[in-house]
């Protein structure tokens, strides 16, 4: 079994920062590719950032040059850092993982609970 737990949401003010972090535990062979996607109200989920697992990092164009996705391979723990913050990153926030488990025959992708962030004055 596999789970991923995140932290470090909550509620912010325009210009300011957050830092997510999402922690795999479990029965964990390998782990690849690493990601946030987010989900506002009313609206679909949609690719944050990814970081593969040579370190290779991907943006969405709305969050470049403000967010930073990092890991750290020996906690199994992804990293969003979220600076400069507007109103429109308002959004349920899920890391998500390609994972190979001990026993398993390929890598799976595993979801996070998500976690709310609030961007408001």
């Known amino acids: 079994q596999v789970q991923l737990v995140e932290s470090g949401g909550g509620w912010v003010q325009p210009g300011g920062s957050l830092r997510l972090s999402c922690a795999a535990s479990?029965?964990?062979?390998?782990?690849?590719?690493m990601g946030w996607y987010r989900q506002a109200s009313g609206k679909e989920r949609e690719l944050v950032a990814t970081?593969?697992?040579?370190?290779?990092?991907n943006y969405a164009e709305s969050v470049k040059g403000r967010f930073t996705i990092s890991r750290d391979n020996a906690k199994n723990t992804v990293y969003l850092q979220m600076n400069s913050l507007k109103p429109e990153d308002t959004a349920v926030y899920y890391c998500?993982?390609?994972?190979?488990?001990?026993?398993?025959?390929?890598?799976?992708?595993?979801w996070g609970q998500g976690t709310q962030v609030t961007v408001s004055s």
């Open positions: 479990g029965s964990i062979f390998r782990i690849s590719a």
């Open positions: 998500n993982m390609d994972i190979y488990r001990f026993g398993g025959w390929q890598f799976e992708t595993y």
């Open positions: 970081i593969s697992n040579g370190g290779i990092t």
